[in-house]
T-cell receptor
Framework: ETGVTQTPRHLVMGMTNKKSLKCEQH?????MYWYKQSAKKPLELMFV???????ENNSVPSRFSPECPNSSHLFLHLHTLQPEDSALYLC?????????????FGSGTRLTVV | AQTVTQSQPEMSVQEAETVTLSCTYD???????LFWYKQPPSRQMILVIR??????QNATENRFSVNFQKAAKSFSLKISDSQLGDAAMYFC?????????????????FGKGTKLTVNP
């Protein structure tokens, strides 16, 4: 464990379902991120939160809805997804946005949309 | 926008040998950070090494070292004395410095990755 915990590890959902992904860190970091990792593609940044405030939405469809209730927790709410949304969703955190440190990643949620 | 290119989708190396993974990037900024991440089958992205662009000295972490060529915008990773546990996907990543980003996000931009196989 690196300090960033993601649940669930695997998720299978139908296109009409509503589900949520959870990310938690107790590293004292103030910035948190959602990335999408699809086969044979670079990791795609989805959302950035800094001190609970969303600072970036990388043109993500509205069927993905993030929530950051505090600096330690980040959620990704999913509804009416498409099969092409199947991917590994990675959460990461960093001290903040201003330092050149790397990110600490979780192990991801493997999402399959059927 | 910055881009990161890893031209080797797959590489293989014999155990105990040395392998070099390539990475090039495109940027107009002068100050930034470069990273190599390792993603084993456990899926967790693990930071391997970090380089600050304003430092000419190449970063080193035990068996891992980089060859940073700023003018050529090249950032290769050398793994010495390869071990079976080094087998993984390796991702090169770029991050703007706050001074360069002009208020934009200091997000990590990743390459597509190189799959490294270590043969016993």
């Amino acid at each position: 464990e690196t300090g960033v915990t993601q649940t669930p590890r695997h998720l299978v959902m139908g296109m009409t379902n509503k589900k949520s992904l959870k990310c938690e860190q107790h590293l004292g970091h103030n910035a948190m991120y959602w990335y999408k990792q699809s086969a044979k593609k670079p990791l795609e940044l989805m959302f950035v939160y800094n001190f609970k405030e969303q600072t970036e939405n990388n043109s993500v469809p509205s069927r993905f809805s993030p929530e950051c209730p505090n600096s330690s927790h980040l959620f990704l709410h999913l509804h009416t997804l498409q099969p092409e949304d199947s991917a590994l969703y990675l959460c990461a955190s960093s001290q903040d946005l201003t330092r050149g440190t790397g990110y600490t990643f979780g192990s991801g949620t493997r999402l399959t949309v059927v | 926008a910055q881009t990161v290119t890893q031209s080797q989708p797959e590489m293989s190396v014999q155990e105990a040998e040395t392998v070099t993974l390539s990475c090039t990037y495109d940027t107009s900024e002068s100050d930034y950070y470069l990273f190599w991440y390792k993603q084993p089958p456990s899926r967790q992205m693990i930071l391997v090494i970090r380089q600050e662009a304003y430092k000419q000295q190449n970063a080193t972490e035990n068996r891992f070292s980089v060859n940073f060529q700023k003018a050529a915008k090249s950032f290769s990773l050398k793994i010495s004395d390869s071990q079976l546990g080094d087998a993984a996907m390796y991702f090169c990543a770029y991050r703007s410095s706050p001074a360069s980003s002009q208020g934009g996000s200091e997000k990590l931009v990743f390459g597509k990755g190189t799959k490294l196989t270590v043969n016993p």
